[in-house]
């Protein structure tokens, strides 16, 4: 079932977390083409890792090229902050955030459009697992030991399996022996595989992903625990975008059919079974919950 998210993340209290730096892009060699030029620049939060991420996202600049009728070119960044920041420079035009990213972009830009989002982020999971030789099987089990988060900004990899943990009378930094940060869903995992964390947490999807392509060995992680549905991932747009090619772009993700095997090769590559039109208000339950857990000011 899924909570009253907006009132449940008010209730909630995030003791000793350091607010997150909007920094300067760290390592981002982002080009200094203008869209004038007829460059469209897309980049994504490194959410996983960068063979992956260069995998699913040079064919979505490819597709985008044909619908948009532009030269489309990926970036890759090293940080969640980047490619918020890349949107309030104007380095980046379009993005592919989860909640929280979008939640720091729109308040760093005052303009950031949210055009389309995967059917499945409107109602997204995270999977609490665990090793095998821990003994833990339920959440009560975790206290006492050590514990991986993915990236600090993450969505479905830190704020809302802590506000999860919370809800569940578990306060990380007084229950767990340690808390690391591996900074991608699917580090987390092979961190909990290789007995380097006891447990961890990670979006659904990457989980998913790992056991169908069989790189995660269930017989040493098991899942303990998946959360109450919330809304995640999305692609934003700059705010002051060219309208016409807002329209292009969100039609372009729209119109992606499952039954199209071209556009299904997408879709799959970014775990989506079609595109939906979505809108800043959707975000506004991760915004709560952010401002809760000390993570905007």
């Given at each position: 079932?899924?909570?009253?998210?907006?009132?449940?993340?008010?209730?909630?209290?995030?003791?000793?977390?350091?607010?997150?730096?909007?920094?300067?892009?760290?390592?981002?060699?982002?080009?200094?083409?203008?869209?004038?030029?007829?460059?469209?620049?897309?980049?994504?939060?490194?959410?996983?890792?960068?063979?992956?991420?260069?995998?699913?996202?040079?064919?979505?600049?490819?597709?985008?090229?044909?619908?948009?009728?532009?030269?489309?070119?990926?970036?890759a960044?090293?940080?969640?902050?980047?490619?918020?920041?890349?949107?309030?420079?104007?380095?980046?035009?379009?993005?592919?955030?989860?909640?929280?990213?979008?939640?720091?972009?729109?308040?760093?830009?005052?303009?950031?459009?949210?055009?389309?989002q995967?059917?499945?982020?409107?109602?997204?999971?995270?999977?609490?697992?665990?090793?095998?030789?821990?003994?833990?099987?339920?959440?009560?089990?975790?206290?006492g030991?050590?514990?991986?988060?993915?990236?600090?900004?993450?969505?479905?990899?830190?704020l809302?399996?802590?506000?999860?943990?919370?809800?569940?009378?578990?306060?990380?930094?007084?229950?767990?022996?340690?808390?690391?940060?591996?900074?991608?869903?699917?580090?987390?995992?092979?961190?909990v595989?290789?007995?380097?964390?006891?447990?961890?947490?990670?979006?659904?999807?990457?989980?998913?992903?790992?056991?169908?392509?069989?790189?995660?060995?269930?017989?040493?992680?098991?899942?303990?625990?998946?959360?109450?549905?919330?809304?995640?991932?999305?692609?934003?747009?700059?705010?002051?975008l060219?309208?016409?090619?807002?329209?292009?772009?969100?039609?372009?993700?729209?119109?992606?059919?499952?039954k199209?095997?071209?556009?299904?090769?997408?879709?799959?590559?970014?775990?989506a079974?079609?595109?939906?039109?979505?809108?800043?208000?959707?975000?506004?339950?991760?915004?709560?919950?952010?401002?809760?857990?000390?993570?905007?000011?």
């Amino acid at each position: 079932m899924e909570i009253p998210f907006r009132a449940a993340a008010k209730r909630a209290t995030f003791g000793g977390i350091l607010r997150v730096p909007l920094v300067v892009l760290c390592g981002m060699a982002l080009s200094a083409t203008v869209l004038a030029q007829g460059v469209l620049r897309i980049s994504a939060i490194p959410d996983e890792s960068p063979t992956e991420l260069q995998r699913k996202f040079s064919k979505v600049a490819a597709y985008l090229e044909k619908e948009a009728g532009m030269k489309v070119q990926y970036t890759a960044v090293t940080d969640y902050a980047a490619v918020v920041e890349g949107l309030a420079a104007k380095k980046i035009d379009l993005a592919w955030l989860g909640g929280f990213t979008f939640v720091q972009a729109r308040l760093r830009t005052g303009n950031a459009i949210p055009i389309a989002q995967r059917v499945e982020d409107e109602k997204f999971t995270s999977k609490f697992i665990a090793s095998s030789a821990s003994g833990v099987k339920e959440l009560a089990d975790l206290k006492g030991k050590n514990f991986s988060f993915g990236s600090v900004s993450s969505t479905s990899g830190h704020l809302m399996p802590r506000f999860f943990l919370l809800e569940n009378k578990i306060n990380p930094e007084k229950d767990f022996k340690r808390i690391a940060y591996s900074g991608a869903h699917d580090a987390t995992a092979l961190q909990v595989e290789a007995g380097k964390v006891e447990a961890g947490v990670l979006n659904a999807s990457v989980w998913d992903r790992l056991v169908s392509e069989k790189k995660v060995d269930l017989k040493k992680v098991r899942v303990i625990w998946t959360t109450p549905p919330y809304y995640d991932y999305n692609w934003t747009v700059r705010g002051d975008l060219d309208p016409a090619l807002v329209k292009k772009l969100t039609d372009a993700f729209l119109k992606l059919d499952p039954k199209n095997p071209a556009h299904k090769e997408l879709l799959d590559l970014q775990r989506a079974s079609r595109f939906v039109a979505t809108k800043p208000e959707n975000y506004k339950g991760i915004e709560a919950a952010a401002r809760s857990a000390g993570l905007l000011k």
